[in-house]
C-alpha cells in the first residue's frame, strides 16, 4: 500500500489484489487498443494523414468487404497455429520464441512431400503433408527442447538461432536445388499438384488450415484443463518443485511440451504452403512466428483466446497492407502491436491495484 | 515511573489485505529485558521494523528518550542507538568479524585502522562475554558465532536499544542459556534490550517485562515476577489451552522406513548425511531433534526421491526403494509435508481442485477414461474441506489467497487421506498459530493410532517431547543418537545437537 498523497483526514491510497478477474483483463484490452491507437494516430498525423480517415479504411479493408474478411481469416491461421504452439511452451515457462523456423521447417517439410511424390491421391497427399509439416516444426523445437531438458541450455538462445538456421535453409532452396526452372531464377519452388493444395471455401481464399486452426485450439484446451498430461504440464509451469514433489517427469514433459509447440507452428507453415501459395518461396512468413509471442501473451496463455486475438491481430494485419497502398508506411502496424503489448503489460499491473479514497484508520 | 528509553504510541501499520498493527502501545526502559511475545502473525517483527526504520507506520509516534523521532530510514534509527540482530544474518561471509563489525559504522576513516578496530571489539567482547575471533573470517563461524558477531555489531555502532529477533531459532539449548547471560549482562549496563519470541519458557528464563501482541493488537504489558506461563499463553492465544493428550503408548509394529548408511550431498556438493542410519516403525513416531541446516532438508528429500544418496540404502517396508523417482516412492505409500508448504507442497496458483490432486490424478479413482474426473474430485475436495474444516474462500480460488495454518490443514488433509504407511513431516507446525497447531498435532497422533510410521521434523524440542515416541539427535548429517522420549533428558539432547557425543567428546 502506498499513500500517494495525503490531506487533512482523507487519503488516497492504492491496495493491491492477488488475482485480477477476466472481465477486468478484457476490460484492461479493449482500453489498451484504444490508447495504442490513440500512439499510433500521432506517428500517422506526423506522416501528414489523417488518423480517423487511415483507421477507417484500415477496418474497412480488414472487415468491411467479403474479400476483406477473407483476408483477415486468411491470416489468422497461421497466427492462431504458431500462437497456440508458443501458448502452451509458455504454459510451461518454456520461451520458445522459435515458432517463426519452425513455420518455416514445417513448410519446408511439407513442400518435400509435395514435390518429391506428386502422384499421391489428395487425401493421401493432404494427410502426408500435414505429418511431415507437424514433424517438420517439431524436430526444429524439439533439439532445443532436449538440449533445455538434459542439459539445461537456456531454449531462449536456441529457438532464436534456430529461426535464422531455418529462414537460410529455405533461402539456400529456393534459390538453389528446389527452385523452379521456368521461373527464370526467382526463388521460388514450382508449383504444387493440385492434390497437394488444400481445398478453399468457394469464393474465398478461406482455406482448411482454419478448421486444422480450430480443432488445435480446442483439443489444446481440452488437454490442458481435463487430461492427466495437461495437468503435468499446468503445475510444472507453476511452480518446478512442486511437480518434482508430485513425482512428475519434468524431463520428459519439456522435450514432449516442446515438440507439439513447434508441431503446431509447422502447421502453420504446411498451411501456408498448401492453402495460400502453393508454392514453397523466399519469405513466406512476414513475421508470423514473432507476432504469435504478441499473441499468446494478450490471450494470457489460454487456448480459446488465442483463436480470437489471432483474428485481432490479423485485422491488423490486413489493415495494414491496405494502408500501405495509400502511402501509410508499413511500420504503422508493428507500432499499434507493440503499443498494444506495452498498454497491455501496464495495464494488467495496474488493475491489480485498486485506488480508494478512504478516511485515515479505516 | 521513570522515562522509558522507548515509547511508541499508537502505532498502525497496514499491508496489503492485512492490518499488521493496530493502535500498538509499546514501553521499554533502559536496564531491561524486555520480551515481545505472541503468536507467529500477530505483528511483533513489523511493530519492531517500525522501531528500526526499515518500516514507516501509517499513523502513530514513536517517542526515543523523551523526544519525537520520525525516521525515513534504518540510518536514522541507528543514529538514535536503535540496533536490531534480524533472524537471518547481515553479514558478509568472506570478511573477517572485524572488517564486518566495521562494516555499516562511521567508524572508518579514509584509512583503515584494523588495529584500533579490533581492540575496541574486543573491549566490547570481554565486557559482555561475547566471545568472538577478530581475525576469523565469517564463513567458518557457526551460526552461534554469527549471532555474536551481529550483536557486537550493533553496539559497537553504539546502540543502547538492542532488537533481537527470534534469536533462539537457530541454537541450541545450551547456546541459548548463553544468550540469555549476555542479554541481561547488556542490560544490567543500562541498555534496553528487546527480544521478539513466541516461546514462553525464553520469556521467563531472561525477560524482565513482557509485552504480548494478538491479531496485530496490543494486548498487555506484565512483569515476569507477577505472571506465569499459564497466563501469558491465555493473553497470547486470547483463550484457555486444553492440553493436546498423547494417545496411548502403543507397541510399534514392523519397520515401515528404514536408512542405512546413507550418505548425501548438499546442493553445494558437500556432504550433507554422513552413513545415516535410522528406522521408523508402524505406530511410531520418530522426532529428528537438531539445529536447522544439519542435513534435515537432504534426509526428507533422500527419502521421497527428490535427491540422489551418494551411498547407502533404504528401503520402505522392506523394499529397496534407494534413488527410485519420487513417483514410486509416492506411490509405495509415503506421504510427505514438505517445509516449503507453498512453492513445493501446494501450487500457489492453482486452485484448491488442483492442489488435491497432485499427488493422485495419476491413479484411476480421480479418472474416468483418459479424463480428469473434475466432478469426483470435486466432491473429494468439498468432503475434506469439510472434515479438516479448512477455511477457503472457494474450491476455485487460488490457494495462495487462503492463511498459513489452513494451508497447512489443506496439504495434511491431502497426504493423509489416502492412508499412508510412512508420513515424513517437516516443520509442520512452524509459523502457524495455536489452534492450527493443535489441529495439525491431533491429526498426527489419529495417524499415528491408524498405524502409520511417522518421521518428523521440528526445531521444537516441545513439539518432539509432546508428539514423539523415540527422538534422534541430527548433527552434520549423523545421527548422534537415539533414545526413547520417555529416557530422554533435555541438556543430553541439548549436548547431542551441539555435536558433543555421550561420552562427552565433539564429534567431527
Redesign the interface.
Known sequence: ?L?VFEKKKRILRF?????ISPLSYLIVLVISILLALAVGAIFIRINSFNPLEVYQFMFESSFGSAYGISETVVKAIPLMLAGLGVALAFRMLLWNIGAEGQIYMGAFAATAIALYLPRLPAGIMITAMLLAGFAGGAIWSLIPGIMRARAGVNEIITTLMFNYIAILWVNYLVFGPWSDPASFNQPITPKFPVSAMLPTLPGSRIHLGIFFGLVAAIVLYLVLT???WG??V??TG??E??A??????ITRNIMLVMLISGGLAGLAGMAEVAGVLGRLQQNISPGYGYTAILVAILAKLNPLAVVIVSFLFSSLLVGGYAAQTIGVPAAIVSTLQGAILFFVLAGEFMARFRLRYVR??D | MEQATVEMRNITKRFPGVLANERVNFKVTAGEVHALLGENGAGKTTLMSILCGLYRADEGEIFIKGKKVSFSSPRDAINMGIGMVHQHFRLVRPFTVAENILLGSNDAGFILDMDRVEKKIENLSKKYGLKVDTKAKVWQLSIGEQQRVEIIKTLYQGADILILDEPTAVLTPQEAEELFKVLQQIAQDGKAVILITHKLNEVMSVADRITVLRNGKFVATVEKKKTNIHELTKLMVGREMPEVKKAEDFSPGGVVLELKNVNALNDKGYPALRNFSLSVHEREIVGIAGVAGNGQRELTEVINGLRLAESGEIFILGKNMTNRPAQEIIDAGVAFIPEDRLGMGLVPNLNILDNIILKSYRKGLFLKGPFLDWSSIREKAESLVKEFDIKTPGLNHPVKTMSGGHLQRLLLSREVHSSPKLIVAVYPTRGLDVSAVEFIHHVLLAQRAKGAAILMISEDLDEIFKLADRIAVLYEGKVMGTMPVKEADLREIGLLMAGVDRGGEMAC
Not at chain 1, 518434482?244 to 517427469?249: D, E, L, P, T, W
Open positions: 500500500m499513500s491496495e493491491r489484489k492477488l488475482t481435463h487430461t492427466r495437468y503435468e499446468r503445475v507453476e511452480s518443485s512442486a518434482k514433489y508430485a513425482g512428475i517427469n485515515r484508520g
